[in-house]
């Protein structure tokens, strides 16, 4: 047997190292998993929010100090860019006020890069680690959970009393004790492939979602990194996919050369690596986040925001709270699901607002003279536009795009 001990972790991805990382904060010892070993590529916007920066904040605020310094690696990022079917768009700071902070709200760093600076940061005294080693399979014994792992060749076991599945939409721990199944009207595919430049960056390396109308409710992308690159890429719901029988890469190269607002920024592009697909699990509808023994932390449990398409801030945010949990159940010697519900209901509790605003937003785009028009009265009025900024930072401000009331008064010059 490999390992047999109190804690598991599945996948070392942001969700799983991040879980680790709380878990060493309080000195709990666990075993952590991954497939791979460090650093690997991993498919993404690669876009990290200020949600990330909280999580990192709580767990060490000078790697916030490191990523900043780091400019071959990680990128400032100040604000994102809404660019309607029209192709008018509107700027909007991820702060609304003109008090510039000390440091960037958020960053954009290849997952490459990220994966890896947070794995770096596990204490390998607390935390036993892993790597080439693959969940193939699971099944419940008296006293734990039996996981089946191949490594270098070799079928192996491990025991733990309880596992955190955060192994990404293809998860086991998800799959074989949640009962998850992928559906398409929940499930964005999307690709990406970088490339170098790519022309009229914004000066504050504002993230770009390009809302086409051939990827309506998804969107277009373009994402500034480092040196002279850009994260581009395309996300559609795999249920319009299947029912419009598209081609996504066909999209997103069509867009590249013809679309109008883009096309003029790519003719001295040039992609640096080919193009990747992978699939977010959205969190537009609750799931089932936890069992007997397990929790699902991250994409494993179906988090990414609907409109937005985040999911790394999700993941970390997710992780915090499992390791809460675990501590608990450590504590008390109780992995029930009865017990372990209390997880479920933190992460809803702080996270399904949010959730819930972002898949009605999802559905509005589908109106595109809707989106078009809220964008066109955004772009002319400065009062709309702060209202706009502030809906990042304030859930009650961004409940207002539910509300009829509120496109009546933009009717009405707002």
Same mark, same amino acid.
């Given at each position: ?12 991805g942001p969700?799983?190292s991040?879980t680790?990382l709380?878990?060493?904060k309080e000195n709990i $010892?666990?075993?952590?998993?991954? %497939?791979?070993?460090?650093p ?6 690669d876009?990290?929010?200020g ?6 904040e709580d767990l ?8 900043q310094?780091?400019k071959d690696?990680?990128l400032?990022?100040?604000g994102?860019?809404? @660019?309607?079917?029209?192709g008018y768009a509107?700027?909007?700071p991820?702060?609304a006020?003109?008090q510039v $902070? %000390?440091?960037a $709200? ?6 490459? *890069?990220?994966d890896?600076?947070?794995?770096s ?7 036993r680690?892993? =790597?080439d080693? =693959?969940l193939?399979g ?6 734990g959970?039996?996981l089946?792992?191949q ?7 491990g ?7 955060a ?6 721990i998800? #799959?074989k004790?949640a009962?998850y ?6 499930y ?6 970088? *490339?170098?430049? @790519?022309?009229?960056?914004h000066?504050?390396?504002f993230i ?6 051939e990827?309506l409710?998804? +969107?277009f992308w373009i994402f500034?990194?480092p ?5 581009v890429?395309?996300? &559609? ?5 299947k029912?419009?029988n598209l081609n996504i890469?066909?999209i997103?190269?069509k867009? &590249?050369?013809?679309n $109008? ?5 790519f003719?001295?592009?040039r992609m640096?690596?080919? &193009?990747?697909?992978?699939?977010l699990?959205l969190g537009? @509808?609750?799931?089932k ?6 929790l699902?932390?991250g994409?494993?449990a ?5 409109? =937005?398409?985040?999911? &790394?801030?999700?993941?970390?945010f997710?992780?915090?709270i ?9 504590k008390?010697?109780d ?8 997880y479920?209901?933190?992460? +809803? ?7 819930s605003?972002?898949g009605t937003?999802? %559905?509005l785009? #589908?109106f595109?003279?809707?989106f078009?028009f809220v964008?066109n ?9 702060? =209202?706009?900024?502030s ?5 009650d401000?961004?409940? %207002?795009?539910?509300?009829p009331?509120f ?5 009405s010059n707002?």
């Amino acid at each position: 047997m490999l390992f047999d001990a109190d804690v598991a972790i599945v996948g070392a991805g942001p969700a799983g190292s991040t879980t680790s990382l709380f878990l060493c904060k309080e000195n709990i $010892p666990h075993v952590l998993i991954d %497939k791979a070993s460090f650093p690997r590529d991993k498919i993404c916007g690669d876009g990290l929010s200020g949600k990330v920066v909280g999580i990192l904040e709580d767990l060490n605020p000078d790697w916030i100090d490191e990523m900043q310094a780091d400019k071959d690696r990680f990128l400032d990022s100040w604000g994102v860019r809404f @660019v309607a079917p029209n192709g008018y768009a509107i700027d909007l700071p991820f702060r609304a006020n003109d008090q510039v $902070p %000390k440091r960037a $709200p958020g960053f954009i760093s290849k997952r490459y *890069y990220f994966d890896e600076f947070l794995f770096s940061k596990i204490d390998r005294s607390v935390a036993r680690i892993f =790597t080439d080693t =693959t969940l193939t399979g699971v099944e419940k014994t008296n006293g734990g959970l039996l996981l089946h792992l191949q490594k270098d060749g070799q079928s192996l076991t491990g025991k733990a009393k309880i596992v955190i599945g955060a192994e990404g939409d293809r998860s086991v721990i998800a #799959r074989k004790l949640a009962g998850y199944k992928m559906r398409r009207q929940y499930y964005y595919a999307g690709l990406r492939a970088y *490339y170098e430049n @790519v022309q009229d960056r914004h000066p504050q390396n504002f993230i770009e979602l390009h809302f086409l109308e051939e990827c309506l409710p998804g +969107y277009f992308w373009i994402f500034p990194l480092p040196n002279n690159q850009a994260n581009v890429g395309v996300g &559609i719901l795999s249920s319009d996919i299947k029912k419009r029988n598209l081609n996504i890469k066909e999209i997103m190269l069509k867009a &590249i050369k013809e679309n $109008p607002t883009i096309r003029e920024r790519f003719k001295d592009a040039r992609m640096v690596d080919s &193009i990747k697909g992978w699939g977010l699990p959205l969190g537009t @509808v609750k799931h089932k986040l936890s069992g007997d023994r397990f929790l699902l932390a991250g994409d494993a449990a179906s988090l990414i925001d609907p409109f =937005t398409g985040e999911g &790394i801030g999700n993941a970390m945010f997710s992780a915090r709270i499992a390791a809460e949990v675990i501590s608990q159940a450590l504590k008390t010697n109780d992995f029930s699901a009865e017990f372990l519900k209390r997880y479920d209901k933190a992460v +809803y509790e702080r996270m399904w607002s949010e959730l819930s605003l972002s898949g009605t937003l999802q %559905k509005l785009v #589908r109106f595109r003279w809707l989106f078009n028009f809220v964008i066109n009265r955004i772009r002319s009025n400065p009062q709309l536009q702060e =209202t706009f900024s502030s809906m990042f930072n304030d859930l009650d401000s961004r409940a %207002k795009l539910r509300s009829p009331m509120f496109y009546l008064r933009m009717l009405s010059n707002f």
